[in-house]
């Protein structure tokens, strides 16, 4: 009875663990093993093993296991085959200060995927991993090249869509280098988990070649990051690749049209600034934006907005239809669409500083270059307030600007570095950067910078070393929300995606990502503003310099 007890009790738990494991989960599992050993096995991170052509070997023996005690034993022969991982000798104590909100191997431990001796190799792999340089991955400074680089993959001349191997491995891949070294991952309003699961059926068997292309861009647009998205030649095929001959600015899920890209093509099109479209084709601008949003890069809402027109106004046909507004009356019309090379954009030349009335300064920090700043000095010195127009990105002048106006050096950002020596990881750079010196001749008079959500990345760092300022004022609205380098990479032949490579933060650790640079003054232009031709976060910061509120 006892003997008979005991089989019943093992065979309940043989059971319990040997229970069906679906396709999705054994690949998604696939692909986090996979990418950990990729970097953390110190028999693979030395570069001595094909690592695709290892995941090409893998992948139909995970396809055949059926439970996931099968498939734990593939897993586990699999790490076997790939040589001893020596115990570490000493295990020094770290003493860098790590930042840990990306960092979570807890899925070692998934009782329904891993059996307890899996889970044990894996976390002795995690604790014994390679500290030296990485094959793969590097992440070094003053090297004249970005600082992160993934290195040594191989390059596929003859990539095939309808190849599942490469598919897989084009989302592995991907899945992977977001998982160890995206600084802002914690702070994608998806989980990362969850996305893998969400988005490998569109891999493992997509509906056609152009399913597939949308799930690449898909992918990238869910960090949530303004430098985030993944260009491929279809994307022009799928959207179109003819332009309307006007920028539009979305407010109240209307397009006002807020600039002509040439004056002879709007002419002929009969379109004016001002002009509010409300349909294209017949569809709603909000109904647009809807449907079009996942694929358009953003880490915030002013950003996606701000991207988003070429969903919305692009296609492949000459013309389009739009509903419009003008004079309060409600029209009809087509227009043109041109390629973009034959849209031959007008590009207004825009001075680099002037004086307004009131003896106010303005700066136009998109054309102010270093060889610039004694002249500027000299001409705006004695204004009583100087405007610095960030809306757009200004070149590198940051450091010999905030000399000028700082009367000392003052600590404006701190930076966050992946550690590729133990991925997923980040640390704090030593180095709090700083701006301004030793000045009692700096620049006495009010200062005030514009911004919005053009003001992205550099802009952004540039707005951070204006705060530094005595009594500066911040005017404007909600900026892009991608601060740090914006790291451009070949994901595999065809497409080319990027991502911010590394945090930026406020010297006490405060978030910019997302978040953006928040004025202390908010003003957003309004559709009556645009058709009055007006500029309404100037006007206000002209308003602040003349009477301080």
Not at 446 to 462: G, R, W, Y
Not at 484 to 491: D, K, T, V
Request: proline residues 4%; hydrophobic residues 35%; neutral net charge.
């Amino acid at each position: 009875m006892k003997k008979l007890l005991l089989v019943s009790i093992l065979l309940f738990f043989q059971n319990s663990f040997s229970k069906p494991i679906t396709e999705t989960q054994k690949l998604a599992a696939t692909c986090k093993v996979w990418g950990f050993l990729k970097y953390y096995h110190p028999n693979v991170t030395d570069g001595s093993k094909n690592w695709d052509e290892q995941l090409f070997q893998i992948l139909p023996k995970v396809e055949e296991a059926q439970t996931s005690e099968a498939f734990s034993l593939v897993i586990e022969n699999w790490i076997d085959s790939l040589g001893e991982v020596k115990k570490l000798k000493t295990n020094k104590v770290s003493k860098k200060e790590y930042f840990d909100k990306n960092f979570d191997l807890s899925w070692f431990n998934k009782k329904e995927l891993f059996s307890k001796s899996l889970s044990k190799k894996l976390k002795f792999i995690e604790e014994n991993r390679l500290q030296g340089k990485q094959f793969y991955v590097d992440f070094a400074f003053n090297t004249g090249k970005m600082p992160l680089q993934f290195n040594n993959e191989v390059k596929y001349t003859d990539f095939k869509w309808t190849d599942k191997n490469m598919r897989l491995l084009s989302l592995f891949r991907y899945w992977n280098y977001i998982e160890y070294f995206f600084p802002y991952k914690y702070q994608m309003d998806e989980n990362w988990d969850k996305v893998l699961i969400e988005m490998l059926p569109r891999f493992y068997a997509p509906e056609s070649d152009k399913d597939f292309g949308l799930a690449m861009r898909e992918i990238s647009i869910k960090l949530n990051d303004t430098h985030a998205s993944t260009q491929m030649p279809q994307l022009f095929e799928y959207f179109g690749d003819k332009f309307i001959p006007a920028d539009v600015k979305i407010i109240d899920e209307k397009a006002i049209v807020f600039s002509l890209k040439n004056d002879s093509l709007a002419k002929v099109n009969d379109l004016k600034i001002g002009d509010v479209i409300t349909k294209v084709n017949g569809k709603n601008i909000g109904e647009l934006i809807k449907e079009n949003r996942k694929y358009v890069e953003g880490s915030n809402e002013p950003s996606v907005l701000k991207n988003i027109y070429w969903t919305i106004f692009n296609g492949a046909s000459p013309s389009v239809e739009i509903e419009f507004i003008r004079d309060g009356k409600t029209a009809v019309k087509s227009i043109n669409r041109y390629k973009y090379q034959d849209l031959k954009i007008q590009f207004p030349e825009k001075g680099k500083w002037k004086i307004l009335e009131g003896n106010i300064g303005y700066v136009n920090y998109g054309e102010l270059e270093e060889s610039d700043i004694p002249a500027l000095i000299t001409a705006l010195n004695d204004t009583n307030a100087i405007v610095f127009d960030n809306r757009e990105r200004p070149q590198d002048v940051l450091y010999a600007v905030s000399n000028w106006l700082n009367a000392e050096e003052k600590e404006f950002a701190r930076f966050l570095d992946p550690d590729v020596s133990y991925p997923g990881r980040y640390v704090w750079r030593e180095r709090i950067e700083k701006c301004g010196k030793t000045n009692p001749d700096n620049y006495k008079g009010q200062v005030i910078v514009l911004i919005d959500e053009k003001a992205v990345s550099h802009a952004e760092f540039n707005a951070m070393s204006l705060k530094t300022v005595p009594k500066v004022k911040i005017i404007g609205s909600q900026t892009g929300g991608a601060d740090g380098a914006n790291y451009g990479f070949p994901l595999i032949k065809g497409f080319y995606t990027s991502f911010t490579c590394y945090g930026v933060f406020y010297p006490d650790k405060k978030e910019t990502q997302r978040i953006g640079i928040v004025p202390d003054i908010e003003v957003k232009p309004t559709i009556l503003g645009i058709q009055q031709g007006r500029d309404e976060v100037l006007e206000r910061a002209i308003l602040f310099a003349k009477n301080g509120k």
